[in-house]
């Protein structure tokens, strides 16, 4: 079992920034994909960013390249996700998920946290 806690969100006006922090704990995540997806009102939950933990690549969905960037921090077992030049079709609710590197399926997953862009 791995469990997933999200913060950070918060409402910010346009432009601004914010980060999101997912603490990971249970498993050892060396073998461990993490990664973010979001969820707006009425919509499908959709795929943002993720990072391999061993080697550490990542990948983007095209509306966040350039503006978010995915790192993490193995002395906390922490994966952040920075948010530039934040839009308001950003706000959804935000999600942290973790999958073994050899798994396509996204077997755990924090509670989320919201995050909110006002024009």
């Known amino acids: 079992q791995v469990q997933l806690v999200e913060s950070g969100g918060g409402l910010v006006q346009a432009g601004y920034s914010l980060r999101l922090s997912c603490a990971a704990s249970?498993?050892?995540?060396?073998?461990?994909?993490i990664g973010w997806f979001r969820q707006a009102p009425g919509k499908e939950r959709d795929f943002v960013a993720r990072?391999?933990?061993?080697?550490?690549?990542?990948s983007y969905t095209n509306s966040v390249k350039g503006r978010f960037t995915i790192s993490r921090d193995s002395g906390e077992n922490t994966v952040f996700q920075q948010m530039n030049g934040l839009k308001p079709e950003d706000t959804a609710a935000y999600y942290c998920?973790?999958?073994?590197?050899?798994?396509?399926?996204?077997?755990?997953w924090g509670q989320g946290t919201q995050v909110t862009v006002s024009s």
């Open positions: 990072i391999n933990w061993s080697d550490l690549t990542t």
């Open positions: 249970g498993r050892t995540l060396s073998n461990y994909v």
């Open positions: 998920a973790a999958r073994s590197k050899w798994d396509s399926v996204w077997r755990y």
